[in-house]
């Protein structure tokens, strides 16, 4: 008799197959196991469906669920690379980095290092495409990272004459080629908020967004924050990013100074903007305890 | 019967579950409502919006959580970060009970996130009682396990689903989380008369009844949580009250979500569902 590892793996496998286009499942895997046979080794038919059919049904609601789920997390990119393609890139990119987490958040957390292995499925919109992947997983970790106690005035005496400051934990900072944030606030202002996550069966995602115009290449530096429980996206000066990025590296205030290239900007004015940037990202609540 | 060790000796009339579309309504009307019961999942994070909302949902109104991850089913082990995470939260919330499936779903740490149906074997029963009760030893809280909707059967199976469901609640000596949607779907999927499932379950264990809406189509049923309550289900429900008596109960609305009212409105039905039964 078949124990109950066999049949969960059996089962595991054959539902994880990516379905056909007319979404039913393959009569194969990849490895050319026949799934018919997987199906009726291990589940009854009954009076009006197969043992295929049957199993049938959870390959599908598998794929509708993480696809759903992806497909709500990245609306930039689907923006930007058009449904038909992304469903193609979604589908080879979660069989081949299936949810490890018990949450669905996590998804996405590899779509990044997957499409860089992958350049393929971003023909033509390689950089904008991972700029935005770049964005939508760091407005994801805002949203719902810790936040520890601000660090206030107080707090300064006993940091030292060459504090380190320490950033909040949901803060992410992100050098892009392409202004994409605006891009995904146009896109974001489109889409309504659900829940992450339920127990009922999931209806297949079909989306009609259209193709938005793409933005011209322009650097921009991003700090992705939350206030308010809201995520924003605040522009940040060349100097301003690459001192929060040492900041967040663990080096003092004066080492930070000392890693940003200052040329072209008189030292008067760049202490100027340096005082200026502390007390937004002060006010803020930027550094934390 | 209905306040026992299974719910924490509580008497929380009818609930329905907290959905983001409704989260600005709860807020600013302050509606009077028995119970929410949460995803636990949605709020095993470390801060943002949700735990904040939470937080103000918490000061006005009783919380219950109700899991869609744990997995008791799976071969492979408890997943240690996401009990310490449930901890936090049952330490946040305060829930009386936590409830979460009966079911499978990860294979070697990959997840589904999908019920997947047990094969209903004494090595399953065994397997799956012995998480149950690793689960509440380290959360301690009362643990209580729902039946699933199933689209599948197990060859392997030599037992039918309540006796399943029995075999593992005492062993493991769980309540049970009795969704009579998921009764009947399972019944009308698997040819099995519904009311012979609800008189032989364990009564004394039932400590939170679901009710929901489902999906018909031609050659099964689809537990979709995005219709109202059909009269069958909530024919089971009323029996289910006779066998069992007065139980918190839950309506799950998931998908097409209307309004907070509306949703309201079909839970309270539970309440009229009981009264017109006593009264008949």
């Excluded at chain 1, 690379?81 to 990119?93: D, H, T």
């Excluded at chain 1, 939508?136 to 006993?158: G, H, M, S, V």
């Excluded at chain 2, 904040?52 to 799976?74: K, T």
């Excluded at chain 2, 009308?188 to 679901?210: C, G, K, M, T, W």
Aim: with cysteine; charged share 25%.
């Amino acid at each position: 008799m078949m124990n109950l590892d066999r049949i969960q793996r059996q089962m595991f496998e054959a539902i994880r197959q990516p379905l056909t286009p007319k979404e039913g499942m393959r009569q194969r895997t990849r490895e050319g196991k026949s799934l018919r046979a997987v199906a009726e080794e291990i589940i009854k038919p009954n009076d009006r469906l197969t043992s295929f059919e049957r199993l049938e049904i959870y390959n599908r609601q598998y794929w509708f669920r993480i696809l759903s789920a992806l497909s709500e997390d990245f609306p930039g990119l689907r923006a930007i690379i058009g449904e038909r393609r992304f469903e193609k890139l979604a589908v080879a990119y979660l069989f081949d980095c299936p949810s490890q987490s018990f949450t669905l958040r996590n998804l996405g957390s590899r779509l990044e290092q997957w499409l860089c292995a992958h350049p393929g499925y971003l023909a033509g919109t390689a950089q904008i495409a991972l700029d935005m992947v770049r964005l939508e997983w760091a407005e994801i970790q805002a949203f719902d990272e810790a936040a520890k106690p601000r660090l206030t005035e107080a707090d300064l005496p006993a940091l030292g004459p060459d504090p380190k400051f320490a950033l909040q934990p949901y803060i992410r900072l992100l050098d892009l080629a392409y202004p994409v944030d605006d891009l995904l606030i146009r896109v974001r202002s489109e889409l309504e908020e659900t829940d992450i996550v339920s127990n009922a069966v999931t209806e297949r995602p079909h989306s009609h967004s259209r193709r938005k115009r793409l933005p011209k290449l322009e650097r921009v530096f991003l700090g992705v924050h939350r206030a308010d429980n809201t995520v924003y996206f605040k522009r940040l000066d060349k100097e301003a990013f690459s001192l929060l990025c040492a900041l967040r590296d663990g080096k003092t205030l004066s080492e930070a100074v000392d890693a940003v290239d200052w040329s072209g900007r008189p030292i008067e004015e760049a202490m100027a903007d340096v005082q200026k940037w502390f007390a937004y990202w002060s006010a803020a609540g930027w550094f934390c305890r | 019967m209905p306040a026992n060790r299974f719910n924490g000796f509580t008497q929380y009339g009818v609930g329905i579950g907290l959905r983001i579309p409704h989260y600005n309504h709860i807020l600013e009307k302050k509606p009077v409502v028995d119970w929410f019961e949460i995803i636990s999942e949605n709020f095993m994070i470390d801060g943002g919006r949700p735990l904040h909302v939470l937080d103000q949902i918490l000061e006005q109104y009783r919380v219950v959580q109700h899991g869609v991850s744990m997995y008791f089913g799976s071969v492979e082990p408890l997943n240690r970060e996401h009990l310490k995470r449930l901890k936090a939260l049952v330490r946040r919330t305060k829930t009386p009970w936590l409830s979460d499936h009966l079911c499978w779903g990860s294979v070697d740490g990959t997840y589904s996130h999908d019920l997947l149906p047990m094969p209903y074997t004494f090595e399953a029963a065994e397997k799956t009682a012995q998480k149950i009760r690793e689960a509440r030893d380290f959360l301690e809280v009362p643990v209580v396990v729902e039946n699933v909707s199933s689209y599948a059967e197990f060859h392997v199976s030599d037992m039918t689903e309540w006796q399943f469901l029995t075999e593992v609640v005492e062993r493991a000596d769980c309540g049970i989380l009795l969704d009579v949607n998921n009764i009947y779907v399972s019944s009308r999927n698997h040819n099995f008369d519904p009311f012979e499932y609800l008189n032989s379950v364990p009564h004394e264990r039932v400590a939170q009844i679901h009710v929901a809406g489902h999906s018909k189509y031609e050659k099964y049923i689809l537990d979709t949580h995005d219709h109202p309550v059909i009269d069958p289900v909530w024919e089971l429900y009323a029996r289910a009250n006779e066998l069992i008596g007065p139980t918190a109960t839950l309506l799950e609305w998931d998908d097409r979500i209307p309004s907070f009212d509306e949703v309201h409105e079909e839970a309270l039905k539970a309440n009229r569902c009981v009264a017109e039964r006593v009264g008949a």
